[in-house]
Nanobody, 126 residues
């Protein structure tokens, strides 16, 4: 499985961005998908996750809840992260990840994911 994330950029605080992650796998719908981020000098942290198949279950970190939305399009083998009301503290490299056998309680654990994209940089200026 190869994951390719894109959509990052430099924006002002309060702006929006939409990240995309394309997966090169025919069984994309069977994977739980997640977004994580890593700011300079900090550990990688959970952002959001979406369940497999119809994506009816989503989960967010407290820091992005209400501002970010994760979604998936299985027909396009893609997962998205819509980011609104961006803040300078959202500045980080954003990674998409895929895994199987992930239950809700482990969706925020980066160790639960098997495959990772290369990351896309989001910079939010104040």
């Amino acid at each position: 499985v190869q994951l390719q994330a894109c959509g990052g950029g430099l924006v002002q605080a309060g702006s929006s961005l939409r990240l995309s992650c394309a997966a090169s796998v025919s069984t994309f719908s069977t994977y739980v998908m997640g977004w994580f981020r890593q700011a300079p000098g900090k550990e990688r942290e959970f952002v959001a996750t979406i369940s497999r198949y119809g994506g009816g279950s989503t989960s967010y970190s407290d820091s992005v809840k209400g501002r970010f939305t994760i979604s998936r399009d299985n027909a396009k083998n893609a997962v998205y992260l819509q980011m609104n009301s961006l803040k300078p503290e959202d500045t980080a490299v954003y990674y998409c990840a895929a895994g199987r056998g992930i239950i809700h309680s482990t969706g925020a654990d980066p160790g639960a994911y098997t495959y990772w994209g290369q990351g896309t940089l989001v910079t939010v200026s104040s």
